[in-house]
Structures are given as structure tokens and as C-alpha cells.
């Protein structure tokens, strides 16, 4: 046993398994930047008075969260970057980074939308008439009235988007970036004997990473909890 | 406490003449689906009018109240106000809507915000005005509505009438030309009712444009210059509230009056 754990802590000497996570964290933090904004806008899209902006902001959610991330990254990477020569920084590495935050933002985005509107239906209409009344416009009244009463019944779906995105910046690897996912196939490779081990802490990693986010949603969602 | 409105209000529509009517409705139609909800619609409120709706639920009332700071669209037909025509979309719709006040059956006050933010958001985001002088106008209007008291509590903290009070003050805010009130006491309780209406009728002693859909007799009589009444989304009459509670004309307003007074 105690040469078991001598092999396994081995491990870590030969692996850099804390910058392989700083590496999905970094994915998690900017994708979720990119997907808030982006499904943000997007929701206010399928919000509009404007039938046109409607039917695209609905055309979006339908594409990006019915077609499998995987391909989404590949296509990035192998289809824009590889085929067309678009190329999102001179860095090799930096590049890949950037494309796999690109695809995440794009594919979480729309499920940020679906969160977002889904908070917007718990809103009473009498809320929106009532600003309408008094002389807002769409935007205004979107950002003043709408969306703060929104954010409270979306909360947790926008919770469980931030879960699901953390765990899916794993599929970063097809978008050839060194990250978790990737160092745990060389190191299952390479380092057979202790592959329970190896699952193990990969495993336990995500739960560490992903516990506090759900602690926090579940947080916010009782701070922001409509008065009644 | 008002030292400022009132006396603003009344040269105003002095100024303007009292021919041109503040509000009119022309061969208005609307439907929903196959529902015929509003039936060549002609109305016309003057400034300083008070006019009552009154009429059987489904009637139209409602609709036609609603038509007329386009929070329900028309089929066909015209709205003017202040001799403007209605605009369909965008900007030019915010800005007339700014200039009439809507109350609703169901209060509608911003949830997330205290009862003064409900009141001084317009006046900042829509009109312009410093904050400290939309809180100290506010802060008139609540006095006014006699609300002042709980300016700091959200609407949920606050019973039926007086949010529906601060709703009051919420669209005087506005300083609009016309009030448009959708069934105000209907969903409040019966103790509620009468503070609500004394702000009503406070406010239509001072001059104040208002279209009421309501059910109270009490205001109508104490307060409407005009008694429209609505069946089937027709005008079906048109008088005033003496002549029409005592004498109705119509057959559908006999039987309807005869509904409701029966008890």
C-alpha cells in the first residue's frame, strides 16, 4: 500500500495537475463572461418588440444548443481556424485558448438565454405595462424593470449553466488545449499503475471546483428571493 | 402641499381653449381572434373632463382604456391625443405614453422598488430630472395621495389601497395630460375602496383629464361629468351620471342597472 502511494504522489512531480486545472478555470471564468453577455443579448432579442430580431435570437438558441459541443469546438479549430485561417492569436497555444472560449461562450450562451427568458416568464406582465405606461422604452424598461426582477427566478437555471460549462470546459481538449481532460489521458498512458488514482483526483478536482458554485447560486437565490 | 400643480394645471387649459378634444376616438374597431371587442368607437374627452365607463364585463371597457395609451393595438380606426395620432411603435409611442397616466386594476407597482423609487424612475429616466428634485416632487405627490409616510417600504409591505394610492402618485409623476384609470377599486377590498376614490375625485376637482372604467356609482355621481356606457363593445349610451343612473334610455343599460342596483 504505502508503495502504491509513494507511486502515486510520483505523479505529481512528473504532472503539472494544478496548472491543468488553472487551465479549466480560466476556461470557466472567460467563457462565462462571453456566454453571460452573449446570452444575455440574445435574450433581449427573443424579448423584442421587433418580430425579425425574435426569429434570429430564436434561430441561435436552436442551432447552438442542439448541436454537440464537440463539434462546435472541432469546427472552430479544424473548419475556421485550420481551414479558413482565421486565427484568434499569434500564440499557438494562446490561440487554441481562445478559440475553445469562443465555442464555449457560443454553445453556453444559448443556454443563458433559455435561463435568462425563463426568469423573464416569472415576471408579471403588469410589470411591463406598467413601465410601458409611464413612458419606457424596450431598453430602458428591459434593464430597469424586467431583467432585476428576472435574474431572481433565473438564478438557478443560470447555476446549473455555470456547473454545466465548468465540467464541459473538459471538451476544450478537442480544441487541442492542454487542459485536465487532456493531461489525464497522457498521464493514463504513461502512468497505468495508478490509474484509479488518477480518476480519482480528477474527479475530486471538479467536485472541489464545482461545490462552492453551487453553494453560491443557492445563496443568491435566497438573498434575492422575492419578498412576499 | 400642491401649491405647485394645481394652479399650472388650471392656465394651461385655459390657454388651450376648451373646443379641441384632449382625447378622440374615431371609428375604432378591434378584435380579438374572432371576438369583435371594440365596434366603431367614437369618443371625444374634452380637457378637464371626467368621463365614467361603465358597462357588463366583456363589454369592451377595458380594451377601450387600455386602446387608448396602446397597451392593446387597433384593428382600424384612429386615436388622437392632444390632436396627435397615435403613434404604432418606438420612440414617438414612449413619449405620448409619458403624457398619459395609467392606473391599473392590479396596482402593477415595480416590485424591486420602494414606494418612492416607483415614483421618481419616471420622472429621472423618462423626463430628465435631478434626482433630488423628482424625490422632492415625489415626496409632494405621496403627501398628496397621503402615502408620504411609507416612502421607503416596498409595495409589498403596503396594503391594497395604498398601493394603489401610490400608483396614483406614480402616474401623476408624469405630469401627464390625461388619467386613465382600469377599473382602479376592483381588486381591492371594500374598506379600501373609498381612499382610493377620495384621491380619485380630489384629483378630478382639480381639473384633471380622467377616463374611468369603474363599477362605482358613488364616484360617478360625485365625480363624472360624463357617463359612457359599453355592452358588447358598442357605445351603447352617453350621459350624464344623473340622467343616466335615473333614466336610462337603453334597454341594455335598464337591464344592466337594474343588475346591479337590484340590491
Known sequence: MSDYLTDFVSLFDQYDVLAAFWVNLRLTFFAALGSAALGALIALMRISPIASLRLLGTGYVNLFRNTPLTIILVFLVLGVWSQLGISLSSDFDQNFFNWAVLGLSLYHAAFVCEAIRSGVNTVPAGQAEAARA??????????????????????????????????????????????????????????????????????LGFVLIVVPVGLLTTWASRKLAVKR | MSHTTPPAA???????????????????????????????????????????????????????????????????????????????????????????????????????????????????????????????????????????????????????????????????????????FDEPTSALDPEMINEVLDTMVALAKQGMTMIVVTHEMGFARKAADRVVFMADGMIVEENTPEEFFTNPRSERAQDFLGKILGH
Open chain 1, 134 to 203: 409611464i413612458g419606457l422604452s424596450f431598453l430602458p424598461a428591459a434593464r430597469l424593470i424586467i431583467f432585476p426582477q428576472a435574474l431572481r427566478g433565473a438564478i438557478t437555471p443560470l447555476g446549473n449553466t455555470l456547473i454545466a460549462l465548468t465540467k464541459n470546459t473538459t471538451v476544450a481538449a478537442a480544441a487541442s488545449v492542454t487542459e485536465i481532460s487532456s493531461l489525464m489521458k497522457t498521464m493514463i498512458e504513461f502512468r497505468p499503475d495508478v490509474i484509479i488514482a488518477i480518476f480519482l483526483v480528477v474527479a
Open chain 2, 10 to 180: 388650471a392656465p394651461a387649459s385655459a390657454a388651450a381653449g376648451t373646443a379641441e378634444a384632449l382625447v378622440r376616438m374615431s371609428h375604432v374597431n378591434k378584435h380579438f381572434g374572432d371576438l369583435h371587442v371594440l365596434r366603431d368607437i367614437n369618443l371625444e374627452v374634452k380637457r378637464g373632463e371626467v368621463v365614467v365607463v361603465i358597462g357588463p364585463s366583456g363589454s369592451g371597457k377595458s380594451t377601450l382604456c387600455r386602446a387608448i395609451n396602446r397597451l392593446e393595438s387597433i384593428d382600424d380606426g384612429e386615436i388622437l391625443i392632444d390632436g396627435k395620432r397615435l403613434p404604432e411603435e418606438g420612440k414617438a409611442l414612449a413619449k405620448l405614453r409619458a403624457d398619459v397616466g395609467m392606473v391599473f386594476q392590479s396596482f402593477n407597482l415595480f416590485a424591486h422598488k420602494s414606494v418612492l423609487q416607483n415614483v421618481t424612475l419616471g420622472p429621472v429616466k423618462v423626463r430628465g430630472k435631478s434626482g433630488a428634485e423628482a424625490k422632492k416632487e415625489a415626496m409632494e405627490l405621496l403627501t398628496r395621495v397621503g402615502v408620504d409616510n411609507q416612502a421607503e417600504k416596498l409595495p409589498a409591505q403596503l396594503s391594497g389601497g395604498q398601493q394603489q394610492r401610490v400608483a396614483i402618485a406614480r402616474a401623476l409623476a408624469m405630469e401627464p395630460k390625461v388619467m386613465l
